[in-house]
């Protein structure tokens, strides 16, 4: 494994680099506004791309430069333009009926980092910085995971419900990065334009939704149960 | 022999789907998708025997890998795709959808085509890959109709499962970390290389990884408590698209399941990871009997069965054993035939009657004697009575539980199974002897929408009185393979 050798400056590039990442998705869960999610959704592909790049230039593994080239491009820019283009077609500026309020969501999603933490250590076997690394990834991982899951539980927008599986996947990427750097390029990539397709797959969904169903709140969603 | 068959099976439905959207018209369209599947359920046959013949064949750098269970997996989505693409052409021209209906078709085949793809995919990162391409496709199809309601199921689906598949996703990682430590920290995530680093995993991340993919692939293959998109999509699309969703996209995902399955076989996570298979089994089992009881919507009443026999399928791999696995291969392909005939005699009744509320079905003989007759035989047959195929699986399935540490389960399986029996046809009784309300009006095109139903009909007939000794040894040999790979 590469972090097994990896020495206290490298470390705290990839952890600083790390954190920063879960700090943006606790600013999204702080906010009403839509555009400030995807603000922050933004500021994070690039901080993972710049996690991609630092891992490439300590671990030595060439690929992940293009990788970080592409996360930056995809993620970074041409993810939230189009998801910024939907909001504006969309006609709606902030989540109006939230279950939870900002606040109290900043708490339990809190609560679920300090679970995330104690799951990473119970699948943690390495010691010293290694397993400093190894934890600290592991719990944003599974942290940006179950913060996803709380926005997708908690906030009604269409708009909020793609970000929150945006930041599904981000966990997984930035975490990817730090344990597996040397996973198959091709997989990586295909994981990539997945994404793309993803969002614009939900985009046209989104159309249909106002045209068909007359609302984009999940709220109001309420025709088929039991 | 095998690869060269497999090409052809890919080719049919990439050009019928292409073709369609090519040319725009609607009536080619649906007899090139009708033509594209036939060839492919001929095709799949030889591709198994083959395969038996020769062993499983890797191609394409190790990308692919086509061995006995995906070809197994691969024959049963050939058979709803065969009859559902039959069946399409009698019930999409009800649909008053003609200018679109190229785009249905073209999405149709894209749907097949992803669904085989997954099956012979031989690395774990690209078989996620496959199965959220399924998702997406079918996303489209599942709203195609474009009402309300259609959408929203839509909604949902692409949201739960989307959301579901990414812990999927991140479980696959794991996997990849953890036979980083034994195999280097580049390598290709075959279901080999992983299943041979497996047992040198530290336990904990093992299981913890196992836990998430069966959660992921759970989700799309209706588990209980991930099932809460499952009746909504299955009871909103059209009704040919329902008998993919639930007789093919399933299979694939047990697929997942049954293939990490094998991979943790054989290590300290193994027993665990059995009895989650077992418990995620039994619990939509049960929650799915009772939601059939009190249903009051024919085509959700479907979607429930097909929870329920998901849930069937998870029980039999969980017991494992001879006995546990060949149960589950016979039930699903049992299943493919029985839920297709199932979605299309509700198809049938919708449309005759304009509704999908069962108290609003009634006296379903005196509007359609023949293909009435067989959904009430389809039915009979669902609900796991003898002389019907699902009888002998779900018997032999009931077997393996006894006979192992799960008796709890099977007992628990034995009881419900009687709620769904009761629950199941007395809905089937008030629509057919119930006096009360007009029958329904007659529509054109039936011969198109009952043909498939007797397809489907026979083969369920027949492999309930007889179970070709042939077939028990394939399904012998697949499971001597799943608790090979565990050895």
């Known amino acids: 494994m590469f972090l097994a050798h990896v020495n206290s400056l490298e470390a705290s590039i990839f952890s600083s680099l790390a954190i920063l990442s879960l700090l943006l998705a606790f600013v999204m869960l702080g906010s009403h506004w839509l555009r400030n999610y995807v603000y922050a959704f933004a500021a994070e592909s690039w901080l993972i791309a710049a996690l991609s790049a630092a891992v490439g230039y300590f671990g030595g593994y060439r690929e992940l430069y293009a990788i970080a080239i592409l996360t930056a491009l995809f993620r970074g820019l041409v993810l939230p333009w189009l998801l910024v283009r939907i909001i504006s077609h969309l006609n709606v500026k902030r989540e109006m009926h939230a279950v939870l309020q900002p606040s109290s969501s900043l708490v339990v999603g809190a609560l679920l980092v300090m679970f995330a933490f104690v799951i990473a250590n119970y699948m943690n076997h390495e010691t010293a910085t290694a397993g400093h690394v190894v934890v600290l990834a592991l719990t944003i991982m599974i942290s940006l995971k179950l913060l996803g899951f709380l926005m997708l539980s908690v906030r009604n927008e269409a708009i909020s419900q793609i970000l929150g599986l945006l930041v599904l996947e981000n966990g997984i990427f930035l975490g990817s990065q730090i344990l597996v750097p040397g996973m198959p390029m091709l997989i990586e990539i295909v994981i990539l334009f997945d994404l793309l397709i993803i969002v614009a797959c939900f985009g046209m969904l989104v159309r249909y939704l106002v045209v068909h169903a007359g609302t984009t709140s999940s709220r109001e969603l309420q025709r088929l149960v039991g | ?487």
């Open chain 2, 1 to 487: 022999m095998a690869y060269d068959l497999a090409l052809i099976l890919f080719l049919a439905p990439a050009i019928a789907a292409i073709a369609s959207l090519i040319l725009r018209q609607p009536r080619i369209a649906e007899y090139l998708t009708v033509a594209a599947a036939v060839i492919d359920l001929v095709v799949s046959i030889p591709m198994l025997v083959s395969v038996l013949r020769n062993g499983p064949v890797i191609a394409l750098h190790g990308y692919v890998l086509i061995d006995m269970l995906g070809t197994w997996v691969m024959i049963c989505i050939a058979i709803v795709y065969a009859l559902s693409s039959i069946y399409a052409v009698g019930y999409m021209r009800l649909l008053d959808e003609e200018p679109r209906l190229p785009l249905f078709y073209a999405l149709f085949s894209g749907f097949a085509f992803t669904m085989f793809a997954a099956c012979v995919m031989n690395n774990a990162g690209v078989f996620w890959i496959a199965i959220e391409l399924t998702t997406l496709i079918s996303t489209f199809l599942v709203g195609f109709e474009r009402e309300a309601e259609s959408t929203e199921a839509a909604w949902k689906y692409i949201v739960v499962v989307s959301s579901g598949i990414s812990l999927a996703l991140l479980g696959t990682v794991l996997f990849y970390w953890g036979g980083s430590f034994v195999l280097g920290p580049t390598y290709a995530m075959t279901w080999a290389a992983l299943h041979q680093s497996a047992a040198q995993v530290y336990t904990p991340l093992l299981t913890v990884s196992f836990l998430l993919v069966l959660v992921g692939y759970g989700t799309k293959a209706g588990l209980a408590p991930m099932h809460t998109w499952l009746p909504d999509a299955h009871s909103e699309s059209p009704a040919p698209v329902s008998a993919m969703l639930s007789g093919a996209l399933l299979n694939a995902s047990m697929l997942g399941i049954a293939r990490f399955l094998a991979v943790v076989g054989g290590t300290r996570t193994s027993r665990f990871a059995h009895s989650a298979v077992v418990s995620f089994g039994i619990f939509s089992f049960v929650l799915a009997a009772l939601f059939i009881v009190r249903q009051t919507d024919v085509k959700r009443l479907m979607a429930y069965s097909s929870v329920e026999h998901i849930g069937v399928q998870a029980l039999g791999l969980g017991f494992g054993g001879v006995l546990g696995v060949a149960g589950t291969l016979y039930h699903m392909l049992n299943h493919s035939l029985n839920k297709s005939l199932m979605f299309f005699g509700s198809g049938n009744a919708m449309r005759a009657y304009g509704t999908k509320d069962i108290s609003r079905i009634r006296s379903v003989l005196r509007t359609f004697p023949a293909s009435g007759t067989l959904w009430l035989l389809g039915a009979v047959g669902i609900a796991g009575a003898p002389p019907f195929a699902l009888f002998l699986s779900e018997f032999t399935i009931l077997r393996a539980g006894m006979s192992g540490r799960y008796r709890w389960a099977a007992i628990l399986f034995v009881v419900f199974l009687i709620v769904v029996f009761i629950g199941f046809l007395s809905h089937f009784r008030s629509m057919y002897f119930d006096q009360t309300a007009e029958p329904g009006e007659k529509l054109s095109g039936l011969a198109w929408r009952a043909l498939p139903m007797w397809l489907a009909f026979a083969p369920i007939l027949i492999l309930g009185l007889w179970w070709p000794q042939h077939l028990w040894s394939v399904f012998a040999r697949i499971s001597s393979n799943l608790v090979g790979v565990a050895q």
